[in-house]
């Protein structure tokens, strides 16, 4: 008989019942074993250690094993990818029947491996990260939050929240759009730098669409849009793109997007943007009188150190605009976005390819190839918001036919020296077209008709007269 180490050390505590005079079947009574094992154990002559029990195969380590290599070979690809993942995709694409602690108690064995093999450092592996320490003006971090259907009772159904903080001091700035596209993206960067009064020498971005072209490779070059290169080198700072899944790189940023939530929006309604934008200013001045938790000096103070070494802002503003083509229509109505803008008839023909340069705040349309004057732009209108929109110049359909020589008449005979019917005499104030109808029809009630046999008629048409045969009497057939 086996004793397993649970049993064995409540022998244990019964040896203090012998001691003290109980019988073996008492405390065999009481334990629910055989006397002989209790007595066994109680008097010395059983093992002074709990007994081992009997190995058995480990049917789990057996089971994972088999997936080792499909594991590995994500790893590989991704060594920071998660367990739950792992497990819930062998579940899913091979029919995994173990639990989640199997696929654990390899990785713990199975990444450090892996990464050992890819060359990935301790550090790099448990996701640690170095603080950076960086001196006035050198640096800022930018971030958006999404703020959801907060002006959704005003019929605004998305709002975002463009973040940019000055990493020396922390001191923030944030407005409020309903949408991150390009050319909004780097309007925030203008309202940014007229709030801090400067530019600073870099500013650190995730890889957004609207910084990085598109995404390569860890360990190689990322190539930036050409929008982005324009307008920091109008400004005059460095982009810093940070790697792939690194959101700690701009944690300052991404802080401060929970801080504006929790302080200016939390608990309040707002009815427009401007509401938002003027609720964050008025929330600014409590937040540089705050002593930061990390630099331990108030951030208005380490602000004022932080603006003096930005850099100027330029004179001239860099109006970054998405540009797009597309075609001109029958109407000269070009569609951008589910609204139409018009384009002058005279400069366009029908499907003629033109520019969409698309601001912030307007839409200007341009002509592909400049004409004798090298003059490109064809119109500029205000941004539509919303869908549905229709931007339309009327100057811009003139010399089209309106319709203005269209007439109906029930006459013949056209106005005295208007050839062109009614339309010409009505402008002069005679009736118009419908109202003269009606009258010729009172008219024409009033004409009396003079009756007329039918024989009139049988000689107009050169037809046999029609007779009637009177009827016979019957007595005269007989």
Not at 143 to 159: C, P, Q, R
Not at 205 to 227: F, I, S
Not at 289 to 311: C, F, K, P, Q
């Amino acid at each position: 008989m086996v004793l397993d180490a649970e049993r064995w050390l409540e022998l244990r505590r019964f040896r203090a019942l012998r001691d003290a005079g109980a019988s073996i079947s008492e405390i065999a009574r009481e334990t629910g074993l055989h006397w002989r094992t209790v007595k066994k154990y109680l008097e010395g002559d059983g093992p002074a250690v709990p007994p081992v029990p009997a190995p058995r195969a480990d049917q789990g380590s057996r089971m994972i094993a088999v997936y080792a290599p499909v594991i590995d070979a994500w790893l590989r690809a991704e060594v920071l990818l998660k367990g739950t993942v792992i497990h819930e995709r062998l579940v899913a694409e091979y029919g995994f029947t173990g639990n989640y602690q199997r696929v654990k108690m390899y990785l713990q064995e199975g990444r450090p491996r892996i990464a050992a093999e890819l060359g990935y450092t301790p550090g790099e592996l448990a996701r640690l990260h170095r603080r950076s320490g960086v001196v006035p003006g050198a640096q800022a971090q930018v971030d958006w939050g999404d703020e959801g259907g907060i002006l959704a009772h005003v019929g605004i159904g998305k709002v975002y929240s463009f973040h940019m903080v000055l990493s020396y001091s922390r001191d923030p700035f944030c407005c409020f759009t309903t949408s991150q596209d390009l050319a909004a993206f780097w309007a925030c960067h203008r309202r940014a730098f007229a709030h801090f009064g400067g530019v600073p020498g870099s500013i650190v971005y995730d890889r957004t669409k609207t910084v990085v072209r598109r995404h390569v490779a860890p360990g190689q070059a990322v190539p930036l849009h050409p929008e982005a290169v324009a307008f920091a080198g109008h400004y005059g700072f460095d982009i810093d793109v940070l790697a792939a899944c690194r959101p700690t790189g701009k944690g300052r940023a991404g802080r401060q997007v929970t801080i504006v939530r929790d302080h200016v929006l939390a608990g309040r309604s707002f009815s427009s943007l401007g509401e938002l934008d003027d609720a964050f200013l008025a929330w600014v001045p409590a937040r540089r009188r705050t002593t930061h938790r990390t630099h331990g000096e108030v951030i208005g103070v380490r602000a004022a150190r932080d603006h003096a070494a930005l850099r100027p802002v330029p004179a001239r503003p860099y109006v970054v605009a998405e540009r797009h083509l597309r075609h001109v229509g029958k109407d000269c109505l070009v569609a951008f976005e589910a609204n139409v803008y018009s384009v002058p008839a005279a400069r366009v023909f029908h499907r003629q390819l033109v520019e969409v340069r698309a601001s912030a705040a307007t839409v200007s349309l341009h002509a592909t190839v400049p004409d004798e004057h090298g003059v490109t732009l064809l119109a500029v209108h205000p941004r539509a918001v919303g869908r549905g929109a229709r931007i339309v110049d009327p100057a811009h359909w003139n010399g089209l036919p309106d319709g203005h020589t269209r007439a109906t008449t029930t006459s013949s005979e056209p106005a005295p020296g208007n050839r062109r019917g009614d339309d010409r005499g009505h402008r002069r104030g005679e009736p118009a077209g419908a109202l003269r109808f009606l009258l010729a029809r009172a008219d024409a009630a009033q004409i009396t008709v003079q009756p007329r046999p039918l024989s009139v008629y049988d000689q107009i048409t050169g037809t046999r007269p029609f007779t009637t045969v009177p009827a016979t009497d019957p007595k005269d057939s007989t």
